[in-house]
């Protein structure tokens, strides 16, 4: 390790972000309640609580469905969510650039307080750093966030199971599109917005429709990496193989069309309001049927199935009936979005 | 606020960055939680428990006394410990630059996991995030905790009441000058660490050894800013007017020849590792006694004491017997240590 440096890669939240994980990070701050989970689940006097952490670096800062501001709230929010958590309490801490105008910062804090707002969640804290210009590119925001476990729910990346079906809450790739085209490098036009959005009122939603919680084995949100690294990252944890079907994958058709145009796969385009669930075959309608009847989830679809063997891979059967492996998550991501 | 530009001075800590804080941020946030403490006291499933945030940047990394990751776990420990909340869960986000050393990051870490272990406090989450060269200078380390209070404690910088004394926990100035010199920049050599210390065992003792917990009106650390800092806000926060004895503060003679060359007051220097106490004067001898008997506040002292009016007033009765105005905070911190 001595010589190596950091690069871009070991941010993208492939294979290179899990090898330094494990290889710096996990070795010293080992201990059981630290997991490749969304959320770490911990006791506070005899209290289960969910708490995580993420940090949000997006250029431009605002984009069609969104900005930065609603993205740091989202990014907490959904996490916890996917811990069958309730939202409850969110902090911010923010490294601004000297330089950065005051009324982009008003327009920032307005959007968050809306989304958190929106989520059910509180914050209750925050801190405000300034670095020289240059020091840093424009505006950072780490969001962290403490809620309450619902009874009964216990989800996590390592409880997929074989027989397990596979559901997406909407179509993919929106937010990696809609921050792609907002840069305006490649002069082409399409209409995307993003998916961000905070999914705690859906998954609340989805939690009460079923009358056992224990059918919902997995959740997690399909954000930088996509659907595709998640989908590996559950295979590896799970020891499971997944097979996804191609044309049950929802996508709009500016999003198609835009990655055909680009060369890239939309499974690997970020979103920021779509959650990849696995759950019991015999509970996926009563599933699709609950989230159908929520605002996020109304083209919700099962996409795959899961496999017991071989472990950690992901296949695609695609239009032809042919079953290709998904080509794996590594290097940089393309668009760079965080 | 419309062509305002955020700039360094936003985030010192004066008061350019309480201006901020009160137009900007709590206009949106603003909600019974939010409060001017190091900490939120909050309610989870009937639990109360504390919870803040920190982001801290440095320059150089490493300094005499510690480096990022240990000062980093440091901020979040101790301002938990000053609402009284035994700190119990950590996380932290971390945002590298592009070319940072890999080696480098594995002595912060370890620095962050023997930290965390002397504090008491478990790292439970992670982020980890790359920005392209230039676009972060170096490592940004944000980190967020939560903790349990202890029971009959309750702190806090609007609690401050006429009669109280003031006790600082050590020598002060120590962090501010360690990165001064650290950087190298004025060609002065000097033996100074920095005070840089996980404070909760200090302040678990403090409480065991008192027989009545609300003796202790208000705990701050004086990080950013300093003491003076502190002492201001506590002043306007509890509307009361502070008296220092100039010859009571506790300052290392190299701190105060290092100081004094440059110009610069100990009191407007950062501490990472000194805690300000008001408790009241009957309470006095027994929290003195408690501190010298731990490692970090052998050498506590009470500096002052508090009266009715002026309210927010900060004065300092000098060696000769004459009384003055300390100057506010305000503006640029010199050294900029975060």
């Not at 008003?106 to 300034?130: F, L, N, P, Q, R």
């Not at 992901?314 to 079953?323: A, D, I, M, P, Y």
Request: aromatic letters at 4%.
């Amino acid at each position: 390790m001595d010589n190596e440096r950091i690069t871009l890669a070991h941010g993208a939240g492939g294979q290179q972000t899990a090898a330094l994980i494990e290889r710096l990070f996990a070795r010293h701050f080992k201990n059981p309640d630290l997991t490749a989970d969304d959320a770490a689940i911990l006791s506070l006097d005899g209290t289960r609580i969910a708490m995580t952490t993420d940090g949000f670096i997006v250029s431009p800062w605002q984009f069609p469905g969104g900005n930065i501001g609603k993205l740091s709230i989202c990014g907490t929010v959904n996490d916890l969510a996917c811990m069958g958590a309730r939202p409850r309490y969110l902090t911010c801490a923010f490294q601004i650039e000297e330089g950065f105008s005051l009324h982009d910062l008003d327009v920032i804090a307005a959007s968050m307080a809306e989304t958190a707002k929106a989520a059910g969640v509180t914050i209750v804290a925050g801190d405000t750093k300034v670095a020289g210009r240059g020091q840093v590119d424009g505006l950072f925001i780490t969001t962290t966030g403490v809620g309450e476990l619902l009874p009964g729910v216990r989800t996590g990346g390592a409880l997929a199971r074989p027989g397990d079906d596979i559901i997406v809450t909407g179509d993919v790739g929106r937010h990696g599109s809609a921050i792609l085209l907002a840069r305006g490098s490649y002069g082409i036009d399409a209409a995307i917005t993003s998916d961000c959005a905070p999914l705690w009122p859906m998954v609340a939603a989805l939690f009460a429709a079923l009358p056992q919680k224990d059918v919902i084995h997995t959740i997690r949100d399909a954000t930088r990496g996509g659907v595709g690294t998640v989908l590996y990252e559950i295979a590896r944890e799970s020891g499971v193989s997944i097979d996804l079907t191609e044309t049950a994958i929802p996508c709009a058709p500016a999003v198609r069309g835009l990655t055909g145009l680009l060369g890239l796969n939309p499974l690997y385009l970020a979103c920021e309001g779509r959650l990849v669930l696995f759950c019991t075959p015999e509970a996926t309608a009563s599933v699709l049927d609950a989230l159908h009847q929520t605002a996020d989830g109304a083209s919700a679809a099962r996409i795959g199935r899961v496999a017991a063997a071989p472990a950690g891979r992901v296949s695609l059967t695609t239009e032809l009936g042919t079953t290709v492996l998904l080509p794996p998550p590594s290097g940089e991501l393309l668009p760079r979005i965080c």
